[in-house]
C-alpha cells in the first residue's frame, strides 16, 4: 500500500481511507481495467443501423472478449496466484456481473428479437453461464483464436439455439 501511495503520489493514509486493504485496492483496478477493456471492445465492434448477422457478430465479440481477457499484462499481474483474488473472484463480483449483463444485453436482446435466442432463459442466466464457458476458455492459454471461434460457434451458440447464417 505504500509503494501504491508513493507511485499515486498521495498519503498512506488517503489511500487507507478509500480502500481497506489490498484485497479492495485490487478489485477496483480489476474493475477499472475490465470497463477499459469492454468499453475498447464495445467500439472496436459498435455497428450502426441493423446488424447483418447477430450470431457473427456475437462469436467475433466473444472471441475478442476471450482473448483481451486472457493476455492483458495489467489483468495479468493484478490477477497473478497468491495475489488478493483470483479471476474467478474478479468476474463474479457483483459489478462485474452486472457489467457483463449490460455488454451482453444488445446482442442478446437482438438475437431474442430475431427469434434465434432462446426464451427461456434471462438475460442474467445467459450472463452467468456465458462467464463460465468464457472463463474455462480464458483459462486455457493452449486455445488459438481459430479454436475459440469453433467452440462458440459449434458449442456455445448451439446451446443459446442461436444459429450461424450460411455463407
Not at 505504500?2 to 485490487?26: C, D, H, I, N, P
Not at 480489476?30 to 443501423?49: C, M, N, P
Not at 457483483?94 to 427461456?120: C, H, I, N, Q, V
Not at 442474467?124 to 471461434?149: A, C, F, G, N, Q
Request: glycine share 4%; aromatic share 6%.
Amino acid at each position: 500500500m505504500e509503494r501504491v501511495a508513493r507511485e499515486a503520489g498521495v498519503s498512506r493514509q488517503l489511500v487507507y481511507k478509500l480502500f481497506l486493504g489490498r484485497r479492495e485496492l485490487v478489485e477496483a483496478a480489476v474493475s477499472a481495467r475490465t470497463r477499459e477493456i469492454a468499453d475498447e471492445i464495445a467500439a472496436e465492434h459498435a455497428t450502426e443501423g441493423p446488424i447483418a448477422d447477430v450470431a457473427e457478430l456475437f462469436t467475433t465479440v466473444s472471441v475478442a472478449v476471450i482473448e483481451r481477457l486472457r493476455w492483458d499484462s495489467e489483468l495479468a499481474v493484478l490477477l497473478a496466484p497468491g495475489g488478493p483474488i483470483t479471476l474467478h473472484e474478479a468476474l463474479w463480483s457483483e459489478e462485474l456481473t452486472e457489467r457483463g449483463e449490460r455488454f451482453w444485453f444488445p446482442m442478446l436482446e437482438r438475437a431474442r428479437a430475431e427469434g434465434l435466442l432462446r426464451s427461456d432463459l434471462s438475460t442474467r442466466d445467459l450472463s452467468d453461464w456465458l462467464r463460465t464457458v468464457y472463463t474455462s476458455m480464458i483459462l486455457r492459454p493452449d486455445l488459438h483464436p481459430d479454436d475459440e471461434r469453433e467452440i462458440i460457434q459449434r458449442f456455445v451458440l448451439t446451446s443459446l439455439a442461436m444459429v450461424m447464417r450460411p455463407s
